[in-house]
Structures are given as C-alpha cells and as structure tokens.
C-alpha cells in the first residue's frame, strides 16, 4: 500500500500514542494487583522480565516467513526479516537505550510508590519535550527551528493541563526525580533509539522490532542490577519477590498482556523515530492524554479506577489543554518543506568528498550519487523555504565542486508502507 | 537491490489520473509531486536491471506521461 508519506510519520506515532493509552490502562489494573500495589520496585522488574520473554516470542511468530517476507515486515516494519543477534556496531546505542529504559522505570516506580496521585508529578515528564529540543540542538544535524520550538511548547504545557490533577499531595522530592531522573532518562532513551533505527546493519535499515526486543533484553538486565544493588543496601528482598510473582501464572499472564501490547506501541514509536525527530515525535506521543480519556472512562465503568474528577473547573482545564496539544500537533504537520535537488558537478573532482560536503548541510536527509543527468540527487526538509535558503542554498554555493543545481519543491508525495 | 529515481515530465492536467495509476506499480516505493522542470518523481526499488526496465515501462504507458529520465542510485547516505 503506498499513503502520503507526511500521513505515514503521524499514523504511526499517533497509532503508538493509542496502544499506549490503551496500555496505561491495562498497566493501572495490572498495577492495581495486591502483588504490585505496595511494591512497586516489584512491578517494574516484573514487567520488564516477563516483557523480555514475551517480546521474543512475538519476535519469533513475526520471523516467520509468508509468501517470501516476513509477518513482521508485513504488518508493522518492511525493514525486519527476523530475529537476530545485536551487531558490534549497535552494541553501545543498545546498552545506553537498556541502562536508560531501566533507570527510567525505577524512578517511575520511586515516584509511585511515595506519592499518593502520581499524576501531580508525572504530568511534569510531558516537560521531556523541551529536553530533547535542547539535546537536539547540541547533538542532531537538524537544529530546531522556531516553530519546532514554539509548537513543542504549546503541546508541553497542554498536556500538563491536560494530565494534572488538583487532588494529589505536591511534594518536592518526587518531582525532582522527574526533573533529574526520569526526563533526561526517557530523552536519552528516545535519542538513542533513534540513533540505532537510523543505522544501517548490514548495508540495509535497522528495524524496529529487533530494537525493540534487545531493548526489553537490556533493560531487564539492569533492572536487576539495579534492583539487587538496591536489596542490598535496604536488605530487601523485591528482586526475589518480584521473580517469584512473575512464575506465577496469573500475574505472568496479566503481564504479558501489557508488555505484549507495549511491544506494538513501541515498535510502531521506534519507526517513527526514523522518521522524524525525536521531540517532534515525543510532541505527537502526548496524544497519548487525549486517547487515555475514553480509556478512563472503561476502567471507571469496569469499577478499576474510582477515583474520575467532574469538577467542572477542572474539566475546562483539560479541555484547554486538549486544544493545545492539537494545535501543536497540527502546526507541526504543516509546516514542512520538502525538496529535491539536482546537483552536477565540475568533471574531475571526487564524487565521494562532494558527497560527504552535501551531506553535511543542515536540513539534508538523503545524498544520493546517480548515474544519468545528474550527478547527485539530494533530498532536503526544512521547515520554511526562508531557512532553506538561508541554510541549504547559500551552502551550496559554497561547495566549489557543485557546477549547477535545480531545486524542485515536493509539492505532494507519496511512500509504500 | 537496485533504487533509482525516475524524473518524468507529464502533460498538463494529467498527473492526478497518472498518480493513481503509478500507485499500482509493483517495486514503485515512493512517489513525489515537485514544481520545477520535472513534474513527478518516483523512486523505484528493484532487484535487476530488468525489473528497472519494466517499471519504466510501465511508467511510460501510463496516459499524460511525455517523458522519464532515470537515475540509478550508486551511492547513498541516509537519516531514514
């Protein structure tokens, strides 16, 4: 099926956003269990070690192979084949994402476990958005432009409205651990699966379920660590209470149906992550609020949750927020600029070092060395014409190698899913 | 895998019958409307010369298509 490619990067990050409303449902009467409800350090080993059993085996029914591809590359991303082992080269990006994802779900646990309402504070993480268009800036070849900054403010601060609750207790402590602990954990995380769903493995892209797998892998490995450090030092015993609740059929249960249903949010986030930027695509995630509502609304008829404020007050707030998460969401969207160049180059000059002066202007996504016509094609995003003037045109210029050049906006495209 | 862009020129008021049709090409992954001297980009991804062959082929039966320029890929680097 090809759809417009614009439609593609926000079917799939909304798409995640909703499996992962529809998770923090589950998760709230997985959590809600008596084995999880006092312990929640216990939670969050077990989920990530019945994850990393679960998300193999959905791995492994997506390996197999129907009319010469496999499920996975059928139904959630063209770039999987099956199962493999990590490479060298992506060890390092996978150890980060793992030690981050672990770090991330303790200081989520840490937080739960001493606030009464943890939407008081949790609502403070939707801020990661502003960390990453900071990051960004230092470490992406695609600085944020204004409106990438103004838009991910207007989605940050309409979904705090949207998420806070005024009944909570607001202590300190806890929303320090957000600010030190889980918003730079869940940047970096974001980054550097980012970062591996751009590599290349084997000359081809790097897909999303592989990434996704080895993540669950590693972070259950540092949970653990981190998890028995933690019974030292407090002589607890949460890592073998929380081993022992996981073999029990029951909560095994319970948990593979959240992990499982993580696994397909995450797969579908990853690929957006190779799409797009990772603040952009946080920005999108915040949806996630949004669809959480009739989620809500289930539990609450279900007898899950009790506890669902109506006070009108209340109500207005969250609706305001709600707008404001749209509007951000639609600014974004529409305002890109995509297009191809056509370069030629002077005759006797390496192709290879031109290749690598184009790639190294801001706002390049594709260099690509042609036969034919021209000598390059290149692909560039920007999010004003202004800017791709003032960054890729006047740089272009200045490569001595460029003979002559044809810029041609993308005025509607395209792309097989 | 062999990609390669195929720049066409079309005929006036025929690229949005001419769209659908490309849509139904097998190995057309992406398809691009751009201002300029070209009208519509497509890449295509295909696994010998000869499949290239019979997409151009096909490109150049669809109706409003008056001429393809194609462009094999050698070398690439890519954010995607």
């Known amino acids: 099926m090809i759809i417009r490619k614009k439609y593609l990067f926000y079917v799939l990050a909304i798409t995640s956003s909703f499996i992962t409303a529809a998770v923090t449902g589950i998760d709230s009467f997985v959590g809600g269990q008596s084995a999880f409800k006092y312990d929640p350090w216990a939670f969050a080993f077990s989920l990530f070690f019945v994850g990393a059993i ?3 085996l959905i791995a492994l029914i997506l390996s197999i192979k129907f009319k010469g591809k496999s499920v996975g590359a059928k139904i959630l991303d063209p770039s999987f084949k099956q199962v493999r082992m990590v490479q060298k080269s992506e060890m390092k990006y996978h150890l980060v994402a793992g030690l981050m994802n672990a770090i991330n779900t303790v200081g989520y646990c840490a937080i739960v476990s001493t606030v009464q309402d943890p939407s008081v504070i949790l609502s403070f993480s939707q801020i990661v958005i502003l960390y990453l268009l900071l990051m960004e800036s230092i470490t992406e070849k695609d600085v944020p432009t204004l409106v990438e900054v103004q838009s991910s403010i207007i989605v940050t601060f309409g979904a705090i409205l949207a998420s806070i609750s005024l009944t909570g207790e607001f202590q300190w402590l806890p929303i320090i651990i957000v600010f030190l602990v889980v918003n730079p954990t869940w940047a970096v995380f974001s980054i550097y699966q980012r970062k591996l769903k751009i590599m290349r493995i084997h000359n081809k892209p ?16 540092f949970t653990s660590v981190i998890l028995f450090i933690f019974d030292i030092f407090t002589s607890g015993g949460h890592l073998i209470a ?22 397909f949010a995450y797969v579908l986030y990853i690929r957006s992550l190779g799409m797009g930027k990772a603040s952009v695509n946080n920005a999108l995630r915040a949806s996630t609020i949004i669809f959480a509502i009739p989620f809500s609304i289930i539990l609450l008829q279900l007898g899950v949750i009790t506890d669902f404020s109506t006070d009108p007050v209340m109500l207005i ?9 749209v509007m951000g969401i639609i600014s974004f969207a529409l305002t890109v600029v995509k297009a191809y160049i056509f370069v030629t180059v ?5 192709l290879r070092e031109t290749m690598q002066k184009l790639w190294n202007i801001r706002g390049v996504t594709h260099v690509t060395i042609t036969t034919g016509k021209y000598d390059f094609v290149v692909k560039v995003s920007t999010r004003t014409l202004m800017k791709g003037y003032e960054r890729i045109i006047k740089k272009l210029d200045e490569i001595d190698e460029v003979n002559k050049y044809r810029w041609a906006s993308v005025l509607k495209d395209w792309e097989k899913i | 895998m062999i990609s390669a862009y195929i720049l066409i020129t079309m005929q006036p008021g025929k690229s949005d019958k001419a769209i659908k049709e490309m849509r139904q090409i097998d190995n057309v992954a992406k398809i691009s409307i751009i201002a300029g001297e070209y009208d519509i980009v497509v890449r295509a991804q295909v696994k010998n010369l000869e499949e290239l062959l019979d997409v ?25």
């Not at chain 1, 790097?206 to 993540?215: A, G, K, M, Q, V």
């Not at chain 1, 929380?242 to 696994?263: P, R």
């Not at chain 2, 669809?62 to 995607?80: A, P």
């Open chain 1, 54 to 56: 679960v998300t193999f």
């Open chain 1, 206 to 221: 790097n897909d999303s379920i592989n990434i996704r797998l080895w993540n669950v892998v590693f972070s259950c490995i």
């Open chain 1, 242 to 263: 929380a081993f022992t609740t996981s073999i029990n059929l029951y909560y095994f249960l319970l948990l593979a149906l959240t992990m499982g249903t993580t696994f």
């Open chain 1, 317 to 325: 707030i969250k609706v305001i927020g709600i707008v404001m998460i």
């Open chain 1, 346 to 350: 002077k005759t006797g000059r390496p």
């Open chain 2, 56 to 80: 151009t082929d096909k490109l150049q039966m669809v109706e409003g298509v008056n001429k393809t320029t194609t462009q094999i890929i050698e070398k690439e680097i890519s954010l995607q």
